[in-house]
């Protein structure tokens, strides 16, 4: 066999083996474009009873975390929405925590963020006088909140 016929071979091969790889990476970037199923909701659904609603009442519920960057300032917007406030804290609540029309619970990790199944920090939950979920949601930013606000005074 000749030094270009084995060349050739080689060449034949590897491009055979290209076309395997590019074909599995296709195969991976549809699978990833299609996005993974999401296994469990976020919080409870609207319209299912609020957990602990005897403990808590209607109002804002709003989950925070200590250690979390944005919590107080969506907490400090959430005194302005004219509406009860329950600051939960998944540990200890900082001593300056809320407003003073905040209702402050702390070490709840165990507790009230496993009733609401809450992801992460901040979280909203509106309960009506019912006992209701009206709403339930991440709130990176204070404006996010107040959109949520908003959104459910509208309904």
Do not use: K
Request: aromatic share 6%; hydrophobic share 50%; charged share 15%.
């Amino acid at each position: 066999m000749s030094f270009e016929t084995s060349a050739l071979l080689v060449t034949w091969a590897a491009l055979l083996l290209l076309a395997l790889v590019v074909a599995g990476l296709v195969r991976q970037v549809h699978a990833l474009g299609r996005g993974a199923p999401r296994t469990t909701p976020l919080g409870p659904a609207p319209g299912s009873p609020a957990p602990g609603f005897d403990r808590l009442g209607p109002g804002l519920l709003l989950f925070l975390d200590r250690d979390c960057g944005v919590c107080a300032q969506v907490l400090a917007a959430a005194g302005t929405l004219g509406r009860p406030v329950r600051a939960i804290f998944s540990g200890p609540a900082p001593a300056d925590a809320a407003p003073a029309a905040a209702t402050v619970l702390a070490d709840e990790h165990d507790g009230l963020f496993a009733a609401y199944r809450i992801p992460a920090t901040p979280f909203a939950v509106l309960v009506d006088d019912t006992g209701h979920v009206r709403a339930a949601e991440p709130v990176g930013s204070p404006e996010a909140l107040r959109e949520l606000a908003a959104r459910e005074a509208a309904r």
